[in-house]
């Protein structure tokens, strides 16, 4: 189930929860952030990229034109990953990006965190969702530490994808939230 929880980044305070797919996008919209539902295609679990790919390229084609997006992969991510621990850690802290983060869920969740205008937006994801964080905006990823996401990943030019830390620690203050 998607998730959105709002609070204020000084206090923690809770200012909003909510799992109503228009509420969400509704709430994040102010903040520049894109979130969709897409419908999900009926693949077999564990289905390889091509084939994923190949099953989203209306909706692709679609949002890359009106985007300005050039090119879409697949990552997919599960505990049995030898380097998960490592993939984790590298999103874990907060960091922005030259071009928007755009991810769509076929498989599996994952939270995007992020720090805005005194307010930490946590956007738990999960399969149908579609979410764009605008370039340069303050966030985080986290997966958990038992992650299972197959995603799509749209650039528009793949080195903008680059980390950039921000140094700070309030990723270590507001841990992903699950439910």
């Given at each position: 189930?998607?998730?959105?929880?709002?609070?204020?980044?000084?206090?923690?305070?809770?200012l909003?929860?909510?799992?109503?797919?228009?509420?969400?996008?509704?709430?994040l919209a102010p903040i520049n952030v894109r979130f969709e539902r897409w419908p999900v295609a009926d693949?077999?679990?564990?289905?390889?990229?091509?084939?994923?790919?190949?099953?989203?390229?209306?909706?692709?084609?679609?949002?890359m034109g009106d985007t300005g997006a050039g090119t879409a992969d697949v990552i997919k991510l599960d505990s049995s990953h030898p380097q998960k621990d490592a993939m984790r850690q590298k999103f874990l802290d907060e960091h922005t990006h030259t071009e928007d983060e755009v991810r769509f869920f076929h498989e599996g969740s994952g939270n995007f965190i992020m720090h805005v205008d005194g307010k930490v937006?946590?956007?738990h994801c999960t399969q149908g969702d579609l979410i764009s964080v605008p370039a340069n905006t303050q966030h985080w990823f986290d997966a958990g530490t038992e992650p299972r996401v197959t995603a799509l990943r749209i650039f528009t030019d793949t080195t903008g994808w680059t980390p950039h830390y921000t140094g700070t620690d309030i990723s270590t203050r507001f841990p992903a939230v699950v439910d």
């Amino acid at each position: 189930m998607s998730l959105l929880t709002i609070r204020d980044a000084a206090t923690g305070a809770e200012l909003l929860r909510s799992s109503d797919a228009a509420e969400i996008a509704a709430a994040l919209a102010p903040i520049n952030v894109r979130f969709e539902r897409w419908p999900v295609a009926d693949l077999p679990e564990g289905a390889d990229a091509e084939t994923v790919l190949a099953a989203y390229r209306p909706q692709l084609d679609a949002f890359m034109g009106d985007t300005g997006a050039g090119t879409a992969d697949v990552i997919k991510l599960d505990s049995s990953h030898p380097q998960k621990d490592a993939m984790r850690q590298k999103f874990l802290d907060e960091h922005t990006h030259t071009e928007d983060e755009v991810r769509f869920f076929h498989e599996g969740s994952g939270n995007f965190i992020m720090h805005v205008d005194g307010k930490v937006y946590d956007a738990h994801c999960t399969q149908g969702d579609l979410i764009s964080v605008p370039a340069n905006t303050q966030h985080w990823f986290d997966a958990g530490t038992e992650p299972r996401v197959t995603a799509l990943r749209i650039f528009t030019d793949t080195t903008g994808w680059t980390p950039h830390y921000t140094g700070t620690d309030i990723s270590t203050r507001f841990p992903a939230v699950v439910d």
